[in-house]
């Protein structure tokens, strides 16, 4: 992800989502001119939830999914653990 520090615009912002062992390294010089930032969220703010499911909905932009039914949950769950989930995993209601 550092690389990406650079290719920010002015105020740009680097919002860093998701875990990663290695670490971020950027340039005070980088942050400073242009007056750029690197930050970290769980989910991002609310309007920037709503901003972002405004961009896909007008790009017509769908996540993919991988549905288990309720009763598979552990199997869903231990596919997540293990890493073999390709997609999304979500827990479907089953029709009664």
């Known amino acids: ?6 290719g920010l615009g002015p105020r ?4 860093v989502v998701g875990a990663a062992p290695d670490p971020i390294q950027v340039t005070t010089s980088d942050l ?4 750029r930032t690197v930050r970290g969220s769980l989910t991002g703010t609310a309007i920037e939830n709503e901003d972002n499911l405004r961009f896909a909905l007008a790009l017509g932009i769908r996540s993919r999914n ?3 039914p309720l009763s598979e949950a552990p199997k869903a769950y231990q596919r ?3 890493g073999d989930a390709r997609f999304r995993v979500v827990l479907g209601m089953e029709q009664s």
Request: charged share 5%.
């Open 1 to 6: 992800m550092s690389p990406l520090v650079q």
């Open 12 to 15: 740009g912002q680097l919002v």
């Open 32 to 35: 400073i001119f242009g007056g």
């Open 66 to 68: 991988e549905v288990f």
């Open 80 to 82: 997540m653990l293990n």
